[in-house]
């Protein structure tokens, strides 16, 4: 294991045992309501996104002085393998820790939200993910064929909420960094796609917005309905992981979600997104999103969650492109989990300037499959190992230079909730 990466091990466990520790123990009089209105917590995802009630409630949750806080957090540690002549191989890790604090004051709740990741130590190129696109390494080149590293700080954000009744609510959200109403949830939160290492290739056109360095939410709740609109900085976050940024709030999106019941939910979004990549200043985009998800428990410990999406970014001047994911995750008893994504998407970013091949779009196709199996360590900590096997169907002018290309990880998990 790289030294970067044993420091990140060891920096997360810390962050987690020295968090837990500033708290009482488990307290079975914990209020389970949501932190933006008045239903049950389980249905509260990344940002102010929601996800169906149904989706077991992770996390260790505390109560002091009126304080409800739920701690989680993972590190996974991964062994690479991307085929063909574009291909590489790396081991890297990755890691998040959330804490989430909320104190109810009266009919209103104040809300505090903190999302750390240590992926900045793998290096600002990230990690080999073929067919991947967007943002850069270094300010001059595009990222290509690599997933670029999420910041160390995922999220810091701020809410409070006011109930009109037992199921009307508004509430105001804001956060450096944030998320703003924009997509499902981002796919480390999504039920469907938790225990997946890699990141999909529509990220970019789903939920890369989930890292904003500056947004404003407002929000109206009427039982399973939500309707919400953002202002927030357009620009992706740059290529210095370790910092915070900041900016005009020069954007705009809306959403609306609906939960009709508690397996389901759906979300419709469109935003505006102001000079989105820093190496391509003059080109805005139009973001149009919809996705559905469904949550399944049945047994003892048994969960089956799906998401269906898809996502359009209008670039202007640019190209209109869209992409479609398929994604599904079962777990049995608590402890094996298998997962599975598929995914269409329309690239024009594949190739550089130098190539015949350059700006034209292509439709290339994603599947993979993946198992991980989990011991329980005692309290809160349990440890995992799996793998995952991906395909690749690609026109015959992209096959020509990835060739036929495999790729698969191995990883090795340790997980706190």
Same mark, same amino acid.
């Given at each position: 294991?790289?030294?970067?990466?044993?420091?990140?091990?060891?920096?997360?466990?810390?962050?987690?045992?020295?968090?837990?520790?500033?708290?009482?123990?488990?307290?079975?009089?914990?209020?389970?309501?949501?932190?933006?209105?008045?239903?049950?917590?389980?249905?509260?995802?990344?940002?102010?996104?929601?996800?169906?009630?149904?989706?077991?409630?992770?996390?260790?949750?505390?109560?002091?002085?009126?304080?409800?806080?739920?701690?989680?957090?993972?590190?996974?540690?991964?062994?690479?393998?991307?085929?063909?002549?574009?291909?590489?191989?790396?081991?890297?890790?990755?890691?998040?820790?959330?804490?989430?604090?909320?104190?109810?004051?009266?009919?209103?709740?104040?809300?505090?939200?903190?999302?750390?990741?240590?992926?900045?130590?793998?290096?600002?190129?990230?990690?080999?993910?073929?067919?991947?696109?967007?943002?850069?390494?270094?300010?001059?080149?595009?990222?290509?064929?690599?997933?670029?590293?999420?910041?160390?700080?995922?999220?810091?954000?701020?809410?409070?909420?006011?109930?009109?009744?037992?199921?009307?609510?508004?509430?105001?959200?804001?956060?450096?960094?944030?998320?703003?109403?924009?997509?499902?949830?981002?796919?480390?939160?999504?039920?469907?796609?938790?225990?997946?290492?890699?990141?999909?290739?529509?990220?970019?056109?789903?939920?890369?917005?989930?890292?904003?360095?500056?947004?404003?939410?407002?929000?109206?709740?009427?039982?399973?309905?939500?309707?919400?609109?953002?202002?927030?900085?357009?620009?992706?976050?740059?290529?210095?992981?370790?910092?915070?940024?900041?900016?005009?709030?020069?954007?705009?999106?809306?959403?609306?979600?609906?939960?009709?019941?508690?397996?389901?939910?759906?979300?419709?979004?469109?935003?505006?997104?102001?000079?989105?990549?820093?190496? @391509?200043?003059?080109?805005?985009? +139009?973001?149009?999103?919809?996705? =559905?998800?469904? !949550?399944?428990? *049945? $047994?003892?410990? #048994? %969960?089956?969650?799906?998401?269906?999406?898809?996502?359009?970014? @209008?670039?202007?001047?640019?190209? +209109?492109?869209?992409?479609?994911? =398929?994604?599904? !995750?079962?777990? *049995? $008893?608590?402890? #094996? %989990?298998?997962?599975?994504?598929?995914?269409?998407?329309?690239? @024009?970013?594949?190739?550089?300037?130098?190539?015949?091949?350059?700006?034209?779009?292509?439709?290339?196709?994603?599947?993979?499959?993946?198992?991980?199996?989990?011991?329980?360590?005692?309290?809160?900590?349990?440890?995992?190992?799996?793998?995952?096997?991906?395909?690749?169907?690609?026109?015959?002018?992209?096959?020509?230079?990835?060739?036929?290309?495999?790729?698969?990880?191995?990883?090795?998990?340790?997980?706190?909730?």
């Amino acid at each position: 294991m790289p030294f970067a990466h044993c420091i990140a091990c060891a920096l997360s466990s810390g962050l987690l045992l020295a968090a837990s520790s500033a708290f009482a123990a488990d307290d079975p009089s914990i209020s389970m309501t949501g932190a933006f209105g008045p239903y049950a917590m389980n249905r509260e995802a990344s940002g102010t996104s929601w996800q169906p009630e149904a989706v077991p409630l992770e996390g260790y949750m505390l109560m002091r002085e009126g304080w409800m806080t739920m701690l989680h957090g993972y590190f996974v540690q991964v062994h690479d393998h991307q085929g063909g002549p574009r291909g590489a191989r790396e081991d890297f890790a990755e890691s998040l820790f959330m804490a989430m604090a909320q104190r109810a004051l009266g009919e209103d709740t104040f809300g505090l939200r903190a999302m750390l990741s240590l992926d900045p130590a793998m290096g600002k190129d990230g990690y080999p993910l073929l067919l991947q696109t967007g943002e850069t390494a270094d300010g001059v080149h595009p990222l290509v064929d690599r997933q670029h590293p999420h910041d160390l700080f995922m999220e810091l954000s701020a809410s409070y909420s006011h109930a009109f009744s037992p199921d009307q609510a508004v509430f105001i959200y804001g956060g450096l960094p944030g998320e703003p109403a924009l997509g499902p949830p981002s796919f480390m939160h999504r039920a469907s796609s938790q225990d997946d290492p890699e990141a999909p290739l529509s990220h970019h056109w789903l939920d890369s917005t989930h890292v904003t360095y500056g947004v404003v939410t407002l929000g109206y709740i009427q039982g399973g309905l939500k309707l919400e609109a953002s202002v927030f900085h357009g620009r992706e976050p740059d290529q210095f992981r370790w910092n915070i940024e900041s900016g005009r709030l020069d954007s705009a999106s809306a959403r609306m979600s609906w939960n009709p019941t508690p397996r389901w939910a759906l979300q419709a979004s469109r935003g505006y997104l102001h000079s989105p990549e820093e190496l @391509d200043p003059g080109v805005n985009q +139009r973001r149009t999103t919809a996705s =559905a998800m469904h !949550e399944v428990p *049945f $047994g003892a410990d #048994n %969960t089956w969650a799906t998401t269906f999406a898809w996502g359009q970014d @209008d670039n202007r001047p640019g190209h +209109r492109l869209d992409a479609g994911l =398929a994604e599904t !995750e079962l777990v *049995f $008893g608590g402890v #094996n %989990t298998l997962f599975y994504r598929g995914e269409r998407v329309q690239e @024009d970013e594949l190739f550089d300037s130098t190539s015949p091949l350059h700006d034209k779009v292509y439709i290339v196709v994603k599947r993979s499959v993946g198992f991980i199996h989990d011991w329980l360590l005692g309290g809160h900590w349990r440890f995992g190992f799996g793998g995952l096997l991906g395909t690749y169907h690609l026109p015959d002018a992209v096959q020509g230079t990835y060739g036929g290309p495999r790729s698969y990880m191995l990883f090795a998990r340790l997980r706190f909730d």
